[in-house]
């Protein structure tokens, strides 16, 4: 496996051209403080979106999702993950490829075949549940036009948390971290805060989906290594939502332990919670963690070389 070379657009070490040791090392800002810097814009940003949505469209304490909401949701937080991001690549002089968001790969190739790998993945963890009896289709649970526009709906919605969740873990945060401990350290921290916060900020919750959420995570990271960007974790991101909540009805804590509004299919979820996952949905399953070693497996035969983050030896 190939280690990583250089930085894309390197910076100097100050902007004064003098050295400062607190603030600058041989190779421009110091990996915490671009790292405070970032999180410092985005929270920021997402604090005042947030406010000035709730001001003009108010809502109940946990409301229930709708696609409508989820998009608006989102939308808010993306723009902040992308605002910190162009912030950051200003104050570094670095491209947005450097932080595995090259612009001109977006919805390509890799995204395709990560959308494929994420409806197998889904799929294959429902085929599974269906097997052991866990899981049944009774027909549709809309039809026609109203069917076109939940899946257009529930399309866009998964699609954008894919990108804002992909854009704030696993671009140039993980970048920076990397750069400061490591990529495999900042991997597992970022992947360990990924899985906490799915467990933490939900009702219902157990150890299993917190578990399978931060694998799960893990997993996007070393897709990133590997192929260089986060086109193919957005694509299976994108695709796992969208079939186990927009097609297959899965329950989700978030939404109450509910199936979302607009579902596909009129399914039914029966069995132990060990089996269908309960409240928590298909991602709470215990079939979801071979399919998870499979993912594994088949990146690392599929791409062999490392080939994110492109970071300079020290002097």
Known sequence: MSTS?????????????????IFYGPHGLRAGWSLALYFLVAGLLTAAFGWVFLKIHPLPKNPPWTAELIIAFEVVSLVAALAATLVLAKVERRSLATYGIPLDRAFGRRFWEGTLWGFLSIGAVIAAIAACGGYRVHGFNVHGAEAVKYVLLW???TILVALYEEAFFRAAPLFTLSRGIGFW?????????????HYYQKPMETWVDGL???LIGLWFCFAVRRTGDIW??????FAYNFGSLG???GPNTGNQGNPVEGHLLDSSFHGSQWLTGGPMGPEASLFIFPVI??????????????????LAEEA
């Open 5 to 21: 070379t250089e930085i894309s657009g390197g910076t100097p070490a100050s902007p004064s051209g003098r050295y400062r040791p």
């Open 247 to 249: 097609i297959f009805g």
């Open 212 to 214: 399978s959420t931060g």
């Open 232 to 237: 193919l974790p957005i694509g299976w991101h």
């Open 185 to 197: 350290p900042a991997a597992l921290l970022f992947s360990t805060y990924f899985g906490a916060i």
């Open 155 to 157: 399309g866009l919605a």
């Open 293 to 310: 070693a499979a993912l594994f497996l088949a990146l690392h035969l599929r791409y062999r070389e490392a080939k994110f983050p492109r």
